[in-house]
Each structure stands twice: as C-alpha cells, then as structure tokens.
C-alpha cells in the first residue's frame, strides 16, 4: 500500500520555536508508522531563526525573507504530489493572503494548524514595526477555507467556530519520557523559585517583582530565570540567569522547586494553552498561576495540581509561602501534577487525537 503523503508548510526550522516542537512535531514518527510520509517546508532556515529576534541585521533579514518567499512559490508546482498540506500559522508572513490562497487552491486537502491569537498581529519587541507590514487577514482566511482547523485552546477553538466548524481543539502537550522528576521535595536547600520564557514574554515575570520582594522579607529563595535574555534583572532579589537552549531546557527546569506562570489579563494571553505550567508540571512541580483564561483553568485544577491565583500580590504570596514551607504540600501537588500530564497532556494521550484528524481530512470529499 503506497505511504500517504504530508506537506507541512511551517514558519520555522524543526526543533526551535515551542509552536511546533511541542505541538505537531512530536508526532512525526507515529504519523510515519500510521503509513505517513513527510516532507517539512519552513519558511525561516536555521541561520536566519539565529538573527531574527536580534536587533540589527536588517540586510541579511530582507535577503532571507526573499529567499522564503521564492521557497513557497516554488512549492507551489508540487503541492498536488501531497495527499494533505499542513499549514502552521501561515504561508508567508507579509500582506494579503495571496499565498494562502494559492496554496489551498492548488492542494488537495489543507489542515490548518493555528497558535495563540496570532491574527491580532503581536510581533517581538525586537521587530516591533514589521507588525505594521504582517498579513492579519491570512489566518481568517486559512480558517474559512482549510478542510480542518487544529486549535490549542477553548477560547481559541470557540473564535475559530465562526468561520468553520471543523475544528479539533489540542493543547501543546509534553513527552513524559523525557521528563524525569527529580526532585526530591526537601527543605535542606534554598528554595528555587523558577520561570522559562523568553525576551518576548519577560515581561509578565517583572509583573510579580513588587510582591517578590514583599515575600523575600518573609522566606529565603532564589529566582531561577530561563530565556528572559541577558538584560533581564530584578534588582534586591537573588537571581539567577540562564539562556534557552535545548539542550538546557530540560535540565534547568529539574532545578525548580516551584514554578511561577504569571499572566497579564489581555485578550492575547486568552489563546495561550498553558504550555509553561506543562512543562513544570511535567517535572513534578507545584505551579502558581494566574488565574486568566480558559486554558490554564482547564490545565490546572486548583489546589490539586496547582494554585490558580489572581491580582500579583496578596495571593501569589500566600500560595507561595506555603509552598516554600510545606514540603509535604508541595510533593503531593507535584505529583498530582505530573499524573494529570500522564494522563491528559502527554504525548501517549494525545496521538489517538492527530492520527484521527489525519485520517479523517484524507478520507472526506474535497
């Protein structure tokens, strides 16, 4: 029996932006043994991911924004060779949405794969202006005219229903097997209060440093800090900064007691799925929250897999402190934590879910 074909047409190289890593990237091999061949088509190639959310370079970047557009519209005169194309937020990055029209003209069957609320237009703080050159009709489009829609959140999945009604609504999940918890929930160290983000993202973290220092005059700890960038400080609070890589990302969350995902109250962050509190999760760590969207509120259940509070102050610091000081608690809610991503946010739970909308798509009448 002949391998039905995929083409996913991404915006970034394989293995860098949590988008697609921990989303549809970690299927490829249970597609592939569902009888699935792929091919990957991303619009940025490895060396322009490592210059893009860097000031300056703006030749360089115009160049390699050239050569992803002639990219696609030489994919155009193969698209009919793939049973499905698969498209993750869009074709191309600038103006109308000719590419994508082209693209689900041409293909057989296009799934559409969206993250977060991108169609409000956010960019980097880096690459602030070309928010003012980006295509925001392109995911309405992709909504109305792929055969099916993958969403990330309820929020998200409930906007995308006014334009289609095939949807399927999963969240960024976790590969367990790679998450060890190795932590051993004891109070014979300095407690490590830990967050992973990027430079885009930071500044939600700079929302708790008012009530961080109220709860340094209570309890000793020390603020572990991924991917915020090398700028980032809090000054009067023991910090300490790592940069993101892949390779580190796994092994700076395992020195994590307490994980800290705050949220400002935006209609950007109602269509994130909660992919941070995951992770810590993941590793067996209570998580404290902010109590903003659905997707966060469907993640964690509160006081048994973690503790949704709201405002940044009077309840961050009573979830907190009580953390720092009961071990046993913070056993208990972390290994709540890591069953409910076994069962509900893993990979293993969640393959069944990808495998059926693929075969569902190949399968219907175009």
Aim: some cysteine; overall charge positive; charged content about 20%.
């Amino acid at each position: 029996m002949s391998q039905k074909k995929i083409l996913i047409v991404c915006p970034y190289p394989k293995n860098v932006a949590p988008s697609q890593r921990l989303k549809f990237e970690q299927y490829y091999e249970s597609w592939k043994q569902a009888g699935y061949d792929i091919t990957i088509d991303s619009f940025q190639s490895l060396r322009f991911w490592n210059i893009i959310y860097q000031n300056g370079s703006l030749l360089s970047k115009v160049w390699h924004t050239f050569l992803g557009y002639f990219s696609r519209f030489l994919r155009l005169f193969t698209l009919r060779k793939f049973d499905i194309v698969y498209i993750h937020l869009w074709v191309t990055p600038f103006g109308p949405p000719i590419y994508e029209w082209l693209y689900c003209c041409i293909s057989k069957k296009v799934i559409f794969d969206i993250d977060d609320l991108v169609f409000l237009g956010k960019s980097s703080d880096m690459n602030s202006w070309v928010s003012k050159l980006k295509g925001k009709g392109k995911p309405i489009y992709l909504m109305k005219h792929a055969d099916h829609i993958i969403t990330c959140t309820p929020y998200l999945d409930n906007f995308v229903r006014q334009y289609n009604q095939h949807t399927t609504d999963i969240s960024s999940t976790i590969n367990t097997d790679n998450y060890s918890i190795v932590n051993t929930y004891q109070n014979d160290h300095k407690i490590i209060l830990g967050w992973s983000g990027s430079h885009s993202t930071a500044k939600y973290l700079y929302l708790l440093h008012p009530m961080l220092l109220k709860l340094k005059k209570q309890h000793d700890f020390k603020l572990l800090v991924m991917g915020a960038g090398a700028h980032f400080q809090m000054q009067d609070l023991d910090v300490e900064l790592v940069p993101w890589t892949e390779e580190n990302e796994i092994k700076t969350i395992q020195r994590f007691d307490i994980g800290l995902y705050p949220l400002p109250d935006e209609q950007w962050v109602h269509g994130k799925s909660g992919l941070k509190a995951l992770q810590y999760m993941a590793m067996g760590l209570p998580t404290v929250a902010s109590k903003i969207g659905e997707a966060i509120e469907r993640v964690i259940k509160d006081g048994e897999s973690g503790f949704l509070v709201s405002g940044y102050d009077k309840e961050w610091i009573e979830a907190l402190s009580m953390l720092i000081t009961d071990s046993i608690t913070r056993k208990n809610v972390g290994q709540t934590s890591r069953k409910r991503v076994e069962e509900m946010y893993s990979i293993q739970a969640t393959k069944p879910i990808y495998l059926s909308v693929l075969n569902e798509v190949i399968n219907s009448k175009k």
